[in-house]
């Protein structure tokens, strides 16, 4: 089994740290469902189905700037099904799309998943970019 087939299989647990790459994340805490994001009017998303926001704290651990992409990160249901991040709903939770960190620094996102009405999210897959094999964090 190769390294990146280790880290997806095994989930490690909401609030411990696991590395992509040249991020640590760490997830802090998954919201209930919402049908809404957003309080601003023009920036307002109503899911197709239902939100899911995971709030996960990342730091760079590399010694140059490396950009975080919200696009990078997937969520995972009880049933195996795997969800993109939605973008547009992002900008009602996030000042941005994207994020250059600092080494050293971190940054608090929102994930926002926009998924069928009565998902289990079961795990969430970390990636510090499209390219790498990624962190599963376990959501239950």
């Known amino acids: 089994m190769s390294k990146s087939e280790d880290k997806r299989t095994s989930a490690a647990a909401a609030g411990s740290e ?33 939100y899911v926001v995971v709030h996960v704290d990342i730091t760079n651990t590399g010694d140059k700037a490396q950009s975080y992409f919200g696009d990078n990160q997937k969520l995972i249901d009880d049933q195996g099904k795997q969800y993109s991040n939605d973008t547009a709903a992002e900008l009602a939770v996030n000042t941005s799309l994207t994020a250059e960190i600092n080494p050293g620094n971190k940054l608090s996102v929102s994930i926002p998943f926009d998924v069928p009405k009565g998902t289990v999210p079961a795990a969430i897959e970390l990636h ?3 390219f790498s094999g990624g962190a599963r964090v376990a959501l239950k």
């Open 18 to 50: 696991v590395r992509d790459g040249k991020f640590a994340f760490i997830v802090t805490s998954v919201d209930p469902a919402v049908a809404a994001l957003g309080d601003n009017e023009i920036l307002r998303k109503t899911a197709q189905g239902e």
């Open 128 to 130: 510090d970019s499209a």
